[in-house]
């Protein structure tokens, strides 16, 4: 199932990303650093959704309290009712 979330705090402003089998598939996000974050995506593809989460959450940029990584926990947490 493919899921949009709307990010805040941080530099994308949107995130892309489906869930298949409890794996996380084809994360694309909607602005900000452009290489990073296909990295990003691309480390995660296939990861348990729960793996995922417990690897992203709590990620800060700079003097953010929140990240792209952290953001995208909280768009899988979400997902996941």
């Known amino acids: 199932m ?5 990010t805040s705090g ?3 402003r949107e995130i892309l990303f489906e869930i298949e ?3 996380v598939k084809n994360v694309q996000y909607i602005g ?3 290489g990073n974050l296909k990295g ?4 995660i593809e296939g990861m348990d ?3 995922a989460i417990a690897r ?6 700079g003097p953010k309290n929140t990240s792209c990584p952290d953001q995208l926990a909280k768009a ?3 997902a996941l009712g």
């Not at 493919?2 to 709307?6: A, I, K, N, R, V």
């Not at 992203?56 to 940029?61: H, P, V």
């Open 76 to 78: 899988l947490k979400k």
């Open 56 to 61: 992203l959450e709590g990620i800060t940029c």
């Open 32 to 34: 900000g650093c452009n």
């Open 49 to 51: 959704v729960q793996d």
């Open 40 to 43: 990003i995506g691309a480390l």
């Open 2 to 6: 493919q899921y949009t979330y709307q």
């Open 21 to 23: 089998d409890g794996k």
């Open 10 to 12: 941080t530099c994308s």
